[in-house]
Structure formats: structure tokens, C-alpha cells
């Protein structure tokens, strides 16, 4: 396999794995379009969208990690800190 095959088998592996994530269902269709606008990524192996926001200190800089979940019927939203625990979970 030669180096554009291997970007290629790349790219067709990523896509598959975020049109596992997309449903059938309107409600989930919407909710991942949206995720998709505000800049969340699927993370196939988690099988979760996320998107890290980085912020500011006086001296450096934290970040927190933003998680969509499909569970059952229903999304969860889970917030983690800089040191990876949950600060917000809905």
C-alpha cells in the first residue's frame, strides 16, 4: 500500500465510523447535524462526540472536555475538568 492509499483507507475508515454513529431516527439526525455545527467530532472508539474547550489562567491554561452520549433513548451531556473528572453531567 503505497502513501495515498493509506490516506485514502484513512479518510474511508473515519467516515464509516462517524455514519455508524448516525441514526435513522429524525430527532437523533438532528441532534448529530447540530453536534457536527458547533465542532464536535465522533469518537468512534468511545462511540461519543466531543470537543475540547481550552481556557485561559493567569499563568496557563485549562481544559475541559464536552461529551454527547446517545444511552438508550436519550443524550448525555458530561462535562470533564482539566484533570479529567466530571464536573457536569446532565
Sequence with gaps: MNIYEAIINFFRINKDSTLEEES???????????????????????????????????????????????EGDKWKVIMYGNTGEVFFEH
Excluded: C
Design 24 to 70: 435513522d431516527n429524525l430527532e437523533d439526525r438532528m441532534q448529530i447535524d447540530t453536534l457536527k455545527e458547533k465542532g464536535f467530532h465522533y469518537n468512534p472508539e468511545l462511540e461519543q462526540w466531543e470537543r475540547v474547550w481550552t481556557v485561559a489562567t493567569l499563568d496557563s491554561a485549562e481544559r475541559s472536555k464536552e461529551v454527547y452520549k446517545k
